[in-house]
């Protein structure tokens, strides 16, 4: 019987999820790349400033396509690189193209014009590698001042390698003199890294030990992220933070009090709650297309490595914290989605592996790119926090009446503990009151007063019963609010 069960729930969650793939399709298509007998196993994407994307191959190539506009199935992949050491991550300036490989920052040039790079030199090796092969680096990202960041993986699991200087930190790097700083600590996996329109840069990291929800966080110097296997070199030259952390007794605290016993930790702008927001989060990008990829322009388009999706976020800064809510935005990618970038014309390359890891899609590996129909799907727009709750902003006109119906909008508040245990519970979970509702004069937006709000937390909002002006029901009701200050 319990088998039966299963299956049902399988097959229902199946038939669920591709409906709902078809109902974001109306709004945007998914099209694929044949990678021509090549094993597209995308680690790094870069669209050049001459429109032309570029991408890095987990097996050491960088290649460019040829015809990336155009009819998917007629692109080409041409060589510009190859031999590198497990490139996770592309950026172009005015020099070359930069790439960061396991153990070095390498600029790359093609100085003869042929579309091939001649040159490569060092920037940066100022980490070291234990033989471990989770000690994967990531970046390079360009912050205001110039400066290049990359982020270093800790080790995984208890092997007995790894145990190396400067694993689980984020590194700044002068591109013209490769001068290395060690800025902040306490990261995990963090696969993605970006910068800001405003040179600000923040980075994802994964759920597990030390980390009980994947997160977006933006890094700054001094900043002790959560995870201790970096501390190890909190006393070694270079290093912003003097006093060793009392890692033994942050087991079992609340995020939302650890500043009281660290006080450079930094909780994240953004959680995302374990599988209902994905489980891998990794690359993303600001949508900085004005308008190109439809009404989300400014916000972030964040990709999962396990669930073959894209989410996005939108952020505000509150009292000088970055914070801000996550939705969902499209499911069905052939892979695990590993890097974005968005191109000439508007549209969002998506590059993806499974590597060994598994995911929902699944292909081994694979190129998508993401094409804005025009049809504006009815959305929550933005979730905003004002003083005693939320205002929402919806993308087309509701219909009051739908809004006061009972079980129309409901909330719900949670919070995460620092732990050892790979990935945790949602904590001190309680029901929200929402006590009031106000409708805009032109119902694209409305206002909650919510009771309690509660700082620290993720504020769960679940609109399943909203409908826009036209009857149509929210393409994703839920969103995701991590309130870090209150307004």
């Known amino acids: 019987m319990r088998s039966h069960k299963l299956a049902y ?31 597209l196993e ?57 790439v960061v490989q396991r153990g070095e920052l390498t600029r ?31 970046g390079p990202r ?54 800001s329109p405003q040179g600000e840069i923040f980075y994802t990291d994964n759920q597990g030990e030390w980390c009980n929800a994947s997160k977006l966080s933006v890094i700054e110097p001094g900043d002790f992220h959560g995870h201790p296997f970096g501390l190890n070199s909190v006393q070694l030259p270079g290093s912003p933070l003097k006093v060793p952390l009392p890692t033994a007794s942050l087991e079992g605290i609340f995020m939302k009090d650890l500043h009281k016993t660290v006080p450079n930790f930094k909780l994240p702008a953004v959680w995302f709650p374990y ?35 894209i989410m996005r976020v939108s952020l505000e800064k509150v009292r000088g914290r970055w914070q801000g809510a996550a939705y969902r935005f499209r499911q069905g990618f052939q ?6 970038a968005f191109g000439q014309d508007g549209s969002l390359f998506v590059g993806m592996t499974n590597a060994g890891w598994g995911s929902k899609g699944i292909s081994p590996f694979g190129l998508q790119r993401v094409v804005y129909r025009g049809s504006v799907p009815f959305e929550i727009k933005e ?73 620290g937390y993720v504020h769960e909002l679940v609109a399943a019963g909203i409908r826009s002006a036209e009857g149509k029901p929210l393409l994703h009701p839920e969103a995701y609010y991590t309130l870090i200050n209150l307004p």
């Open 9 to 39: 729930f399988l097959v229902t969650m199946l038939v669920s999820s591709a409906v709902w793939a078809q109902a974001e399709d109306d709004h945007y298509q998914i099209v694929t790349f044949d990678p021509g007998g090549k094993d």
């Open 42 to 98: 995308v680690s790094g994407l870069t669209t050049l400033k001459n429109g032309e994307v570029l991408l890095a191959t987990r097996g050491g190539e960088v290649l460019r396509v040829q015809g990336a506009y155009g009819d998917p199935g007629k692109a080409s992949f041409q060589p510009y690189a190859f031999g590198l050491s497990t490139p996770l991550g592309l950026l172009e300036r005015d020099d070359g193209i930069y």
């Open 108 to 138: 790359m040039q093609d100085l003869d014009g042929d579309g091939r790079a001649d040159r490569f030199d060092t920037i940066s090796d100022q980490w070291e590698l234990g033989g471990n092969y989770h000690e994967y680096a990531f």
């Open 142 to 195: 360009e912050d205001k001042d110039g400066k290049l960041w990359i982020t270093l993986n800790k080790p995984f699991g208890d092997q007995p390698y790894g145990d190396v200087p400067w694993r689980g930190w984020a590194l700044r790097i002068d591109p013209k003199t490769g001068h290395t700083e060690p800025l902040a600590v306490g990261l995990r996996s963090p696969s993605g890294i970006e910068s």
């Open 275 to 309: 599988d209902k927001m994905g489980k891998s989060p990794t690359g993303f990008r600001w949508d900085t297309t004005g308008g190109k990829f439809g009404p989300f322009a400014g916000q972030v388009f964040v990709g999962d490595q396990h669930h073959a999706w």
């Open 335 to 340: 892979s695990g989605i590993v890097r974005l």
């Open 383 to 455: 979730m905003r926090a004002i003083r005693g709750g939320f205002e929402l902003e919806f993308t087309a006109p509701i219909d009051p009446k739908t809004v006061q119906a009972v079980g129309a909008l409901t909330m719900s508040s949670y919070t995460y503990r620092l732990s050892k245990a790979y990935g945790g519970p949602e904590e001190d979970l309680r029901k929200l009151n929402v006590s009031a509702i106000e409708v805009a004069k032109d119902r694209r937006s409305l206002r909650l007063v919510v009771d309690p709000l509660r700082a």
